[in-house]
């Protein structure tokens, strides 16, 4: 992460909750709105981000997305607060896709 020397930083994001545990710091001293996106638990064998370390990150973010609610409930598992828990899914409904089907035509494949 970095800015331009003069800009004015408006929000933090983080991909990753150690990540998002190394800035923030950061966010509180500055008193910069911080965001993360839990993509879910780490494989086996990879270890979690220590209980206080997590509990420090959940006193400072503001909101932590999720694309699944499964994802969310296992932030909150994890002991993030509920109401800071927003998901976001990804892709695009295809119900508001328009389509129209089309005779199959053998000769031009």
């Known amino acids: 992460m ?3 020397a003069g800009t004015r930083l408006d ?18 001293l ?8 839990f993509h879910g638990l780490p494989p086996e064998g990879v270890g979690l981000l220590a209980p ?13 997305t999720v694309n699944t ?3 969310g409930r296992q932030v909150i598992a994890l002991g993030c ?3 800071k828990v ?16 089309k005779a199959f035509d053998p000769q031009n494949r």
């Open 86 to 101: 927003i998901v976001l899914p990804q892709g695009v409904p295809i119900s508001e896709l328009p389509f129209t089907e």
């Open 11 to 28: 929000l933090i994001h983080a991909h990753t909750m150690v990540q998002a545990y190394q800035v923030a710091p950061i966010a509180r």
């Open 52 to 64: 206080d370390k997590r509990r420090y990150l959940f006193d400072t973010c503001n909101r932590v």
């Open 30 to 37: 500055c008193r910069i709105p911080m965001i993360f996106t």
């Open 2 to 4: 970095a800015a331009a």
């Open 81 to 83: 607060p509920e109401s």
């Open 69 to 71: 609610i499964f994802a």
